[in-house]
């Protein structure tokens, strides 16, 4: 239980003190109200004795009284009635709240720190009110009148007879059968006559003469003569005088108010009195210190409308309602004894003394002695018949039966003289009077008494008080017997059924345990008697037992927060609205973040409701709100309820404050980090055969590995622009801000662009929310066109529209649980600052088919797709956390966050804006396949733009044509049926030989230093106007590789007008091209040992072309035609066909393989003469009747795009291997080195939807050694297979700078003419001699010094066989020198003496340059056998 203000000690003698009525008359009465106090009001707070009183008991022993106090009541003839009851204890708890400034106890209970009151001053009240206002019963006597003080005027005519007449109605109503009520203690009461007399206006004189004849008529000791009203109420205001009464009657007043508003009830009072307030505490015959009685009946009480209690008649007449009202509307501040100076107040507190000392307690010692001495006289009589009638009757000694078995035997009553009640009598007196061991025998005694009369509600009374004379005897003789009280309480309860005595009973024992620690018992005690029958008990008893969990040696919080919420709930079904929300606020502290999310749920739900209900709405609002953010685990139905019910309470909360800031609302969630925001307009959907170029959008993915191909593609271009070098104040562009990008900067977006914020929502509950008239928040600050700021900053979206636009959402779904994104468009229409804050929505549900809890869903004026049941208006702000910083040391050491500053856009003037369109765009192509599609610009800004370009890191995927494009069709139905190519038709004649052209690769964009990726788009006069739109051819060629390929393009573009904060823009596009597999060509290229060179020297090659068809049948192609081969080199080209078949058209089915061989010679000297280093010599060898132009767009195109990324593959080797390679190897290198393409240019017949097609294709082969192989597409790279494992580390061995051997072999070119065969008549002459020309060509550049040694080598046994029959005749070595490319030739003569078929291929020759001092010698493996037949004739 919580602490009390009183003592056990204190508080039990001053629930039973003894009792005394008083009678006034109308005079007397008249004088006390001039004090706005009835008489026994007016002697209230002086009630209680300031000095010990002795007495006597029976055995003449003097007792010594302390703190003795008497309670004096007006008479009333009516018992009070329990619905009365009930409204005054209901008011006295409602009454009585914490104070504010209350300190609360911090208990810490294990990981508990509980913020509890210490104190429940309204369950002490309402203990003390209950104790006050219970009914006298037959069967105990200590709430009986045990005296009557008999008050008249000293102004009235005949004071003495006015006593007479109050003497006789005291008596009337005593013995009277007519009045049951109120209860006496004796028949004898003692009767106390006082004179009241007005000091101020009355005749002392007369007052003093009608005392004396008072004290000669009723003895010194029976009457007194009060003094009282020394001043006039006019003087009141003068002088401040203590008001003693205002603590027992002030609350009392406020609630009489109130209660008057309950509608009229009659209430009356003694017929002397001359106000109805009179009657406010004679509803119960005790008033002690505590709240006067005051019956409205409580309002959940069933019974209370029906009850009759209000009409309390009295003796003599009834005063109507009306007085009541007249009451109600007198001042509030009324001064109680005011015409009373200090004086009188101690004469009232003699007078209580006097009437004490001389009246009351001698008459309580006398009775006491009459009942003592009754007792002793009539024990043995009396007890002796009664037990000898028992035994006659039952014949032996009744056995103890338990209380269980003695039913229906409460109804015994015993006659009033009854010996049994007399012992009770003594025993009560005897507790009055605080002689607590003979009390306790007496009660004892009784007891027995009456429990073997088997009158069980007299022997419960007697052992609820033996029980507490035991525990209140002086040195603790026994110690508490808890099993009386506990019998007493089980038999008022389940025999008797009188609740009021067993709550009583509870109270007490309970207090008592308590000041004995024995909280357990205690609380085991309150929660006993809760029962239906009251909820204010019920509640406060849980109440209670909550205080003695939590004040237990070991706190029991658990069981206290469990407690406490039960006693909530009771309040809460008593009305006791505040303390059913203190109680669960309390609980809370236990329950609250320990993943009890039900019970949290629960008592969160009770708060907002009490809280609504008491109108503390913001609190209501912050628990309702409670119950929707944390993650519920109740049903779809409640959490449904409980959405319902916190937007009832929000929108009563806005409604107080229309005018306010818009509050922030709870759900949906919103995931900040996730918010997305995009610069500029959607992108349009494809129109037919019109595609938009993809750019970015919001249902992209964010792509780490793109964002940064993309980045690199923007810095490439950007450098190209500004001379080779990124400008250090360059940021790539980035249209889509989210939580992967760069945010630390502010944004830039233009003017009359949208912005839309992407923000993402989940709805944590099980039930659908709806939200309307969603739109973002904003505030902005405009910039005037000189770039001052304005004063002003304008805020907030409906202000402002023709600065920025804001979209509306009418309506937003999010279902159940659902994780959604919305997406909010703000139009910018002005520069400056702009700042998104947040959202703001209305936030619903879906309209359910009921109402659940009583809250009926409110007719909403919403009409849309979904039936809005309620919604309140709110906002959430989207506050973005910016990136951890981690850079420096104090940043490492803290937590620090950078800026996040994505949702705060500068809006800057007007960029032009280009919008894209493909036409014809393929999305399949075979490998090498020429597509022609094009590509529309439109500038859909006001602003012009210029400097358009595209770069792609494919960029021989692509050509917008080269300098020579103009002959090409320009619109897209013009080109329906044509060639990609450019195309003339040829004779027949000229199927062999080769048709050259030449063109340099300048023209082609392939400039020297230039990078090839960037692309400048041929616009017309390079500026694109506002609104125009121009299109443009562009020749697609299929990746060589077969598969899904993604080719990003990057269009750059400038605005004419240089700004300053924006220089470029960007557009994006990602073409995906889905290649399948179409020709496989490979390619050698060999020296020619003819040395018939029509052309003039330089030597031939020849050219070995395979050509495979691997295409798999999916695509529908029937077969590939190759139409036209062509080369194209610097100093090479194609001369002929050599293995040309009877078939013109080269035709390849699926997997077949042609061959091909070319003639190839070297450009005339004049061609390479005039020949800058970037021109090449484009040759065509026709296997159709129609050439196409290699040396035109598209075919050159793709070529110089193909040579170009060749290169770039190419170079970074190449120039490695010039730093470590002598100049004299490279000189060597030289020579075996070619730099011919070959190009094939072919048809494919595609059956597709039974229409054939044809497509064309190109694919391009570059030969850069001889006797290497070339291959048209890239090699797989085989992986090596596992090496063992090396423990040891292998010494650097120096490269060799020895040239290999297929370079020596092509330093010098030999060749050997002679008769192929000789007859010879060996019978003749033996020896046949054949001349042989040894021609020597030097295929470098450099002089050569040459040595040819004729001996034959005899190391290998093979060549003796060969050799062994024929020598060489003369020198047998020669030493010569050849100038660059200069051919010699040597006469030689060989010696046969068989005939026979014989090699003459054995001149080793040795060549070194002429300043270098190593000899190599030239392999001759790659040179022909020359084959020499010796005939015989």
Known sequence: MAQCVQSVHELIPDSFVPCVAALCSDDAERLTRLNHLSFAELLKPFTRLTSEVHMRDPNNQLHIIKNLKIAVSNIITQPPQPGAIRKLLSDVVSGSQPADGLVANVITAGDYDLNISATTPWFEAYRETFLQSMPASDHEFLNHYLACMLVASSSEAEPMEQFGKLSQEQHRIQHNNDYSYPKWFIPNTLKYYVLLHDVSAGDEQRAESIYEEMKQKYGTQGCYLLKINSRTSNQASDEQIPDPWSQYLQKNSIQNQESYEDGPCTISSNKNSDSNLLSLDGLDNEVKDGLPNNFRAHPLQLDSSSDPS???????????????????????GIIHGACLTLTDHDRIRQFVQEFTFRGLLPHIEKTIRQLNDQLISRKGLSRSLFSATKKWFSGSKVPEKSINELKNTSGLLYPP??????????????????????????????????????????????????????????????????????????????????????????????????SQSKYSEAAALLIRLTSEDSDLRSALLLEQAAHCFINMKSPMVRKYAFHMILAGHRFSKAGQKKHALRCYCQAMQVYKGKGWSLAEDHINFTIGRQSYTLRQLDNAVSAFRHILINESKQSAAQQGSFLREYLYVYKNVSQLSPDGPLPQLPLPYINS???????????????????????????????????????ELEEQVVALVNKGVIPPNFHPTQYCLNSFSDNSRFPLAVVEEPITVEVAFRNPLKVPLLLTNMSLLWKFQPKDCSGKNDEEVKELVTSEPEMIGTEVISEFLINSEESKVARLKLFPHHIGELHILGIVYNLGTVQG????????????????????????????????????????????????????????????????????????????????????????????????????????????????????????????????????????????????????????????????????????????????????????????????????????????????????????????????????????????????????????????????????????????????????????????????????????????????????????????????ATQSSEKYTFADIIFGNEQIISSASPCADFFYRSLSSELKKVQPSAHAEKQSIEDAVRLIQKCSEVDLSVVILWKAYVVEDSKQLILEGQHHVVLHTVGKEAYSYPQKQEPPEMEPLKFFRPENTAVSSRPSVEQLSSLIKTSLHYPESLNHPFHQKSLCLVPVTLLLSNCSKADVDVIVDLRHKTTSPESLEIHGSFTWLGQTQYKLQLKSEEIHSLQLKACFVHTGVYNLGTPRVFAKLSDQVTVFETSQQNSMPALIIINNV
């Not at 005063?319 to 007198?330: D, F, N, R, V």
């Not at 012992?423 to 605080?434: E, G």
């Not at 995009?678 to 750019?695: C, I, L, M, N, V």
């Open 417 to 514: 003289e009854a010996p049994e009640l007399q012992i009770r009598k003594m025993a009560d007196l005897c507790f009055l009077v605080q002689h607590y061991d003979l009390a306790y025998s007496c009660y004892h005694t009784a007891k027995k008494d009456f429990l073997n009369d088997q009158a069980m509600l007299y022997a419960a009374g007697a052992l609820e008080m033996a029980a507490v004379s035991a525990f209140l005897q002086q040195g603790a003789a026994r110690p508490y017997p808890a099993h009386y009280m506990d019998t007493a309480i089980q038999t008022y309860r389940d025999i008797c059924k009188n609740m009021v005595l067993a709550e009583r009973c509870v109270l007490l024992s309970a207090e008592i345990l308590k």
């Open 849 to 1168: 088919s009921t109402a659940v809890d009583g809250i009926g869903a409110l007719p909403g004026c919403h009409t849309g797709k979904h039936s809005l049941s309620m919604s309140v208006r709110g906002r959430q702000d989207l506050e973005i956390q910016g990136p951890r910083l981690n850079t420096t040391k104090e940043e490492k050491t803290s937590i620090t966050y950078g800026p996040d500053r994505r949702l705060d856009p500068i809006i800057v003037e007007e960029m032009p804006l280009l919008e894209v369109f493909f036409i014809h765009f393929p999305t399949g192509l075979l490998c090498g396949e020429i597509r022609k599609a094009y590509v529309e610009f439109v500038n859909v800004s006001k602003c012009p733009l210029t400097g358009l370009k595209v770069v792609s890191k494919r960029p021989e995927f692509f050509t917008f044509g080269g300098n020579t494009t103009a002959l090409t069709p320009l619109s897209p139905s013009a080109s329906e049926n044509c060639s990609a190519y450019k195309t003339v038709v040829t004779e027949s004649t000229s199927v062999c030989t080769a048709l050259t052209s030449s063109a340099s690769s300048v023209d082609f964009g392939i400039g020297i230093g230039s990078q090839p990726e960037v692309i400048p788009v041929p616009l017309p006069d390079t500026v694109l106007l506002p609104g125009a739109s121009v299109q443009l051819p562009l020749w697609l060629r299929g990746p060589d590789e077969e598969g899904v390929h993604e080719i990003n393009f990057l269009f750059y573009y400038e605005s004419v007008k240089k700004l300053p904060k924006i220089r470029h823009r960007i557009l994006r596009h990602t073409a995906v091209i889905c290649t399948s597999r179409s020709l496989n060509v490979r390619a050698t290229v060999c020296r020619s040992n003819s040395l018939e060179d029509e052309e003039g020297r330089g030597g031939n090659m020849l050219v070995f072309v395979d050509v495979e068809n691997i295409n798999t049948s999916e695509a529908g192609v029937k077969e590939f035609h190759i139409v036209q081969v062509s080369s194209s080199s610097k100093h090479w080209k194609l001369q002929k066909s050599v293995n040309l078949s009877e078939n013109k058209d080269a035709k390849l089915g699926s997997r077949e393989k042609g061959k091909f061989c070319f003639k190839a010679i070297r450009c005339k000297e004049k061609e390479v």
């Open 310 to 332: 209000n009409n309390i008649d009295g003796p003599d007449h009834v005063k109507s309602a009306s007085s009541l009202h007249e009451t109600k509307k007198a001042n509030p």
């Open 673 to 711: 980090s996730a918010t997305r925001v995009f610069f500029g307009h959607d992108r349009r959907p494809a129109d037919g055969e019109k595609q938009a170029a993809t750019h970015i959008s919001l249902d992209q993915e964010y792509d780490n590995e793109s964002s940064q191909q993309w980045r």
